[in-house]
Structures are given as structure tokens and as C-alpha cells.
């Protein structure tokens, strides 16, 4: 079994990784990385969710020195990715002191300027932003040694090949160059040839993605419901250990804050928090001194827990990769599992490609009602009775259950036992800041005259400022 071990990667990297709960590389990963180590052109060709971002992350950290700005360019087809692709490279390459600064369309400008100012040694960007950046020569990449181009399929897809060529004419004729792509259109092969050294094809052949002993389950609600809706669901399901995922930091420390004002045991983890609170948090969280979790991706990259029945995925994932990793936390060991995800209306097309890329179906469910939560109640009341009695923990209540009954009915007495026990749904008012829709990316065929029809309707795909699913609102937490 090839092992991280094998690549003979700096210790510091190595340990990253190990920290992260990696340790048997991906087949993507185990063919990319020598091959990216020794400083080859490559082009690897792999479905979303085979672990490319370490597959060109580790041997690209490995070759930055730290202090000189702009050595690494991973060009992204959205913003979504270059955030995700940012938030990996900084958790891997933070042991180095190397920083990647993510560089995208709808975010303040001056803010990434400033950002530039501190001299990041990696750049996560999509390419119309980029190519903003390098007009006002507030990025130059005369220094680069290596570029990945990330899901090159999809920026073909979404009319940026143009700029593509356009970024590479600004670099280095000795860089090296990763190229990823789904699938290799000859427009793609074109660019190969164009601008990369007698490349290396590395193919993996696409596989089912997911889990048979898990239960996937949807259900369609509005972003405003989602709270109350899971706290609904953990009433009745009553999970013996769940993660709930958020997509940003401030979603997870809400969906704590809100969970703890209702009573339930839970703690959060995101990049933000300290290795040592998380480190605790998981700690806590295996040994059920806690029963809920909340996490974004990143943070729960590697773990590596016995015993989760549930995850409920509070915001759906950006890509099939992410959804196949939180869903992986639960079913382990031959025990079933449930993964619950919820899907806003405008987000029921990237359900249907998570459910493309995994060959599986997700099963609709109903927005559970009062009557179904107070039903779950009851029947944990009624199981914790019965387990009492199995165990009989009752002998020393025994006198004071014949006094009270000489005085009230048995029925009577039950069922005013049964209400005091039983969690009734809490109404303290739990407000989210909300959290921008996932969409599925666009294809050409929803371009106008080659530009978006979102973008003549005004809400702002421009191309010139970073387009290609770059909205201009962002809450990242």
C-alpha cells in the first residue's frame, strides 16, 4: 500500500498531511504527485471528488520558498473553487509559513489588493479577475515556477479558454504546468500543446462515489426553515452522534450558538478555530460528552470517527467530492447511516448533479411537522422508561411511585410522568445571517450572444470582472 510516506516530502509537509488524517494517497494523487514532484508537465484526467487538490497541492508546496510573492497560480472555473482550493493549500501550507491568497470576481477589489500587499506565495483565482489584477499590475507572474489549471473542462465550458491563453502568455516559458479536466475536448488538447513541455497523462477512471449501508435523504425548504427544520429532525430521528456541515465559519459558530440556546450538547470546528480547541472538540465529541458536531468541509477534512448515525448537511456542498466526504463520516464499520442534506429551491439542480456524479438517488422527504416531533419525543421518553425497566434502575422509587398511587390513578400518574419528561418543540427564536444558494454551473447553452442571462438581467455575471458563477453579493463568514 503506497503510503504520503513514500513521496519523501519534507517532514513538515509529511506531518501536515498526517495531522490532517491523510495517509493512503488517492489514485490520483499517487500518480500526480511523483510526477509533479520531479518538475514534468502533467495532465490529469479525473472526476470531481478524486482528491485533486492534493494531488497538485502537495507537490506545489513543496517547491514554494517562502517570502517570495507569486510562485503558485491555481486558475479556477469559479469562485467557490478557488476559495475551496485556497482554504486547503493554507491548511496544508501552513507549517511552511506559505500562504494562498484565493483572488475572484464579486469580492472589493482594494480588498484583495491589500491582501496582495502581504506578499501571498500561492494565488487561488478565477480568470477574469485575474486577468483585472494583472491590467493594474497589482499581480505579476514573472516569478511563477508551477500553474494549475483546475477543472480545465469547465472553463471551456463557461467561455474562458480565450483568457486562459491569455494568463499563460504572461508567465514564465519555464514554469510548470498541472492541467485537470474531466474530460478532454479538443479545444483543451489544443491548449495542451500550445503551452505545455511533452506532458504526462495520468487518467483515473471514474467510479461510483458513495456508500450502500447510507440512507440519503433530501428535503426542499426554504433558506429560513433550516434551522428549525433540523432541530425538528434531530428530535425525532434522536441521533446517537451527528455532524451537522455549514459552508462558511459564521454559519457554524450560528448553528452552534442557536443549538446550545436550545438545549442540545453541541460544538463547532472551522479553520478559524485553534488545533488545540479542535483538537478538544473531537475529543469531546468521540467520548459523547457532546452529540452534535457542526463543521465546515475543511475543518473536517481526515476525521476519522466511530459511531456518527447521522449528518445532515445544513447547506449542500459545492461539488459530488465534498457531499461523498460528509456523507462518509457516518455508515462505517458495516453500521447504517443517514445523510439528510437541505435544498433550497434554487439549489435542486446541483442536487440533481451530486446525484449524477454518486449513481444514486436521493429519497425526497416532508418538512416534518409539530405532530411528528412531538411523536419523536415521545417515543425517546417512552424508550429511556423502558430501558429502566430492562435494567431495573427503579427499586429505590419504588415506595414513593405506591404512595403517589394511592392517592392518583396509574394512567393519570404516567402520563403526567410522560410530559415532564418529554422535550416539548422549543420555540426560542434562532436567527442565521443567510448564506448564498449553491447553483450548478452554467453551460453554454445558457449564454446569450456570449454573455450570461443573468448577466443581462442585470445581477451581474461579468466576465471582465471575474464571471463564470462569481455572484457579487458574498457572506463567507
Known sequence: MTTFSDFNLSSNLEKALSDMGFEEPTPIQAQAIPIGLAGKDMIGQAQTGTGKTTAYGVPLLEKIEVGKQIQGLVIAPTRELAVQVAEELNRIGAVKGISTLPIYGGQDINRQIRGLQKKPEIIAATPGRLIDHIKRKTIRLQDTKMIVLDEADEMLNMGFIDDIEKILSETPKTRQTLLFSA????????????????????????KEMTVTNIEQNYIELQERQKFDVLCNLL??????????????????????????????????IHGDIPQGKRDQVIRRFKEQTIDIMVATDVAARGLDISGVTHVYNFDIPQDPESYVHRIGRTGRAGKKGLAVTFVSPREVNQLRTIENVTKKKMVKKLIPTTTDVLAGNQQVTINKIQKTIEEKQYTEYKRIAETLLEETDSVTLLASALKLLTREPDTIHVKLSAVEPVRSKKSRGDRIGGRRRNERSGRGYDRSRGGGGERRSINRG
Open 235 to 268: 428530535d425525532i430521528q434522536s441521533p446517537e452522534l451527528a455532524i451537522v456541515f455549514g459552508r462558511t465559519k459564521r454559519r457554524v459558530d450560528e448553528v452552534v450558538e442557536g443549538l446550545i440556546k436550545r438545549g442540545y450538547s453541541a460544538e463547532g
Open 183 to 206: 474530460t478532454m475536448p479538443k479545444r483543451i488538447q489544443s491548449l495542451a500543446e500550445r503551452f505545455m513541455v511533452e506532458p504526462e497523462l495520468v487518467k483515473i477512471k471514474a
